[in-house]
């Protein structure tokens, strides 16, 4: 990652490395924060490691990328990765506002409180367990990644 590809050179050598290293970044910190969190109860909870798989392997296929075929086989291993954050989010803010009759604070009243202000809570982390924006770290390391595509010198016709 540190040499750059044949005929890049300049800010755009040192932006798409900046980009992938940033994603290496949050890819390793998302997976420490997931395993301190023993995140895996459930098929449902093991998504994002596999997302981060993923997104690992779109990376490394960007670092190394000498063909338009391998960068748009990386493009979308990257969309699959928008989608897995995507549910991520879904599935927090949904459990978040299926506990909220579980919440001291609300338990009597819950049921009674309008869906927009139960979505709200759920949404907002007034309510539930879940971090409701944690998953698009996700989201935002494969916009990262699609970003180091753009203008990539394997991109060229060949």
Not at 85 to 92: D, E
Not at 109 to 133: C, F, N
Not at 149 to 156: E, G, I, N
Request: aromatic content about 4%; glycine content about 8%; proline content about 6%.
């Amino acid at each position: 990652m540190d040499a750059p590809i044949e005929g890049e050179r300049g800010a755009a050598s040192v932006l798409r490395r900046a980009l992938l290293a940033l994603s290496a970044i949050a890819l390793a910190g998302t997976t420490v924060e997931l395993v301190i969190g023993r995140h895996w109860d459930g098929l449902t909870q093991v998504i994002p490691f596999a997302a981060i798989t993923v997104a690992s392997i779109a990376l490394s296929m960007i670092a190394t990328a000498r063909s338009r075929t391998s960068l748009r086989i990386a493009q979308g291993l990257c969309a699959v990765v928008l989608i897995a954050s995507a549910l991520g989010v879904w599935k927090h803010v949904a459990g978040n506002e299926e506990s909220g009759s579980l919440d001291q604070r609300f338990a009597a009243t819950w049921e009674s409180t309008p869906a927009p202000r139960r979505w709200w809570l759920a949404v907002s982390g007034g309510v539930g367990p879940a971090p409701p924006l944690a998953p698009g770290v996700l989201a935002e390391t494969a916009l990262m990644l699609l970003a180091a595509t753009l203008r990539h010198p394997a991109s060229r016709p060949e």
